[in-house]
Structures are given as structure tokens and as C-alpha cells.
């Protein structure tokens, strides 16, 4: 069975540019969540859905993130314009609720690691 | 909200020795509890997990860990360490409908 997958796996850019981060979650998994993982932060909840639905998007650091989930297979994490201070490594993970809500296992991607020049 | 504290940032043993690493976490009721371990590039894969019941969890890769109420902790442990375990480790605590709450980390060592 497939697990959670990220892409791209690596993103380089230059400040100023756009950047898209996509993530297809396991299949039948109805929680999703982004995290960004840097040295000084740690990991770091920004958002995550229900059913497709945002729930909670009080992680995300300003305007300039923004997250869709048009389906229960696809979610992607848009960051416009990028400011070198967004590098980091950012991870995408699926969880099924079986009555736990968001607070159950996560099963994590491999991360996109996104540098900002 | 929940919280999680891993105390130890970094540890270093001798392969073949005894590992623990500590976790205390914050939370009014009974918490569900994870630790996952992360290897360089890699993203975080779950070692073992506590919901209820024995509060002696074994885990995969020999590890297991002990949920202790009164102590609000939730310790890994390992008897004897391999230089593949080398890795971060971080404990997290979910709980009901809000999100895992993932403490800061314990970066690994293993020195022959």
C-alpha cells in the first residue's frame, strides 16, 4: 500500500518566486496535515483538514501561505511570494479518525526540503 | 492544550549499551502517545504507540517505552543500542480532536 507521497522532494528558488509543495494522502485517511520542520522551530503544525475541510489554520505563518485540499486525494501548500526564512523541510501527513478526531497516528511523507536563495 | 518535553537534546551511547530517552508531556486526561524516529533526509516513521491498556508498549526495532501516570512521562527505552538507531526521536501526545503535539527532539549517537 502506498504511503503518504510529497512532491517535489527537493525545491530551489530564488526570493520572490512562488512555490508549490503537492501531497496525495494515504487512500481512505480523512485527516491531512502540513508541518514544517526547521533547527530552530522544530516541527511545526500549519494547517489541517477533515474531510477535505480546513480546521485549524492558525500555524500558518502569514498571507503569504495558503493550503487547498480540492479532494481527498490531493493537498497542496502554495507559498507566495517565498522569503528565504521559508527554507525548510516541509511535510505532508495522513491520519483515519477512528474516533481519536485529529489526535490519532500520523503517517508522514518523505518531506520536501525547500531552499529560498 | 497538551504539551511535550523531550529534556535531552542529544545523547551519545556505546553500541551494545542501554538507551532511554525521556518524554514528559502535559495533559489533563489520559493522553495518546507516540514516538516516531526520523534518519537524515528521511521523514518521521512510528515506532510504537500508547491508547490504552498495558502501559508497557513494545515497538519495532526492539524498542519499547512505559507510560507512567503518576509521572506524566512516556521513556523509551532500548536494552542494547545499534549503530543504525542513530537517528532523532521525537515523542508526541494526542489528544481527542486536536492535532499530535510533537516535542523538540532527541538527536541520537552511537559510538562503536
Known amino acids: 500500500d502506498a504511503g503518504v507521497i510529497q512532491s517535489p522532494r527537493h525545491e530551489v528558488t530564488e526570493m520572490g518566486q512562488e512555490v508549490t509543495l503537492r501531497c496525495k494522502p494515504i487512500s481512505g485517511h480523512d485527516y491531512l496535515f502540513w508541518y514544517r520542520q526547521t533547527m530552530m522551530r522544530g516541527l511545526e503544525l500549519l494547517i489541517y483538514f477533515n474531510n477535505n475541510v480546513p480546521i485549524d489554520d492558525s500555524g500558518m505563518p502569514e498571507d503569504r501561505f495558503s493550503a487547498k485540499m480540492p479532494n481527498a486525494s490531493f493537498s497542496t501548500l502554495k507559498i507566495q511570494p517565498s522569503e528565504p526564512r521559508d527554507s525548510a523541510v516541509y511535510f505532508c501527513?495522513?491520519?483515519?479518525?477512528?474516533?481519536?478526531?485529529?489526535?490519532?497516528?500520523?503517517?508522514f511523507g518523505e518531506g520536501s526540503r525547500l531552499t529560498v536563495l | 492544550a497538551q504539551s511535550v518535553t523531550q529534556p535531552d537534546i542529544h545523547i551519545t551511547v556505546s553500541e551494545g549499551a542501554s538507551l532511554e530517552l525521556r518524554c514528559n508531556y502535559s495533559y489533563g486526561a489520559t493522553p495518546y502517545l507516540f514516538w516516531y524516529v526520523q534518519s537524515p533526509g528521511q521523514g518521521l516513521q512510528l515506532l510504537l504507540k500508547?491508547?490504552?491498556?498495558?502501559?508497557l508498549v513494545q515497538g519495532i526495532k526492539g524498542f519499547e517505552a512505559e507510560f507512567k501516570r503518576s509521572q506524566s512521562s512516556f521513556n523509551l527505552r532500548k536494552p542494547s543500542v545499534h549503530w543504525s538507531d542513530a537517528a532523532e526521536y521525537f515523542c508526541a501526545v494526542g489528544a481527542g480532536n486536536t492535532p499530535l503535539v510533537f516535542g523538540k527532539g532527541t538527536r541520537l549517537s552511537v559510538i562503536a
Open positions: 500508547y491508547f490504552s491498556g498495558d502501559t
Open positions: 501527513a495522513s491520519s483515519s479518525d477512528r474516533g481519536r478526531g485529529g489526535g490519532g497516528e500520523l503517517f
